[in-house]
């Protein structure tokens, strides 16, 4: 058989160079599905690394606006630290939004966090004013 370049090649050559090139092609298929594949666990990774919020309730023992952190005690006496920012929302049960300045010490409370590092970062806080007032 003859090739493009006027070279004669015998039928084992040419197997030889389909066998070599089909190999390459399935090489090339391989890098291909596997390239494909660690992009797919990278995307999930990320999404993995994106904490889920909790929740925990109990009463406000400590709100701190100009710092931006409050202290929630729960109904078994442990106490929970949680960082927050100008995205918090804050909802009295009244069914009103509110302000984190509206939380009142004592107030009752289920709050929306997720963690960061070392910190519990509030997102979402539920609120019953304490009676009496503030």
Do not use: R
């Amino acid at each position: 058989m003859i090739n493009v370049h006027g070279y004669l090649h015998s039928d084992q050559e040419e197997k030889a160079m389909k066998k070599a090139k089909s190999k390459v092609v399935a090489g090339l298929a391989i890098l291909l599905a596997a390239s494909m594949v660690s992009a797919a666990v990278a995307q999930e990774e990320k999404k993995a690394e994106k904490a889920k919020a909790q929740k925990v309730s109990g009463d406000i023992g400590l709100l701190d606006t100009e710092k931006n952190y409050m202290i929630v005690v729960t109904k078994e006496g442990k106490l929970m630290t949680l960082d927050f920012n100008q995205k918090t929302k804050a909802t009295e049960l009244k069914e009103k939004e509110a302000k984190l300045s509206d939380i009142g010490l004592g107030s009752s409370a289920v709050v929306e966090y997720t963690k960061k590092g070392d910190k519990n970062v509030l997102s979402k806080i539920e609120f019953t004013p304490a009676k009496g007032g503030d």
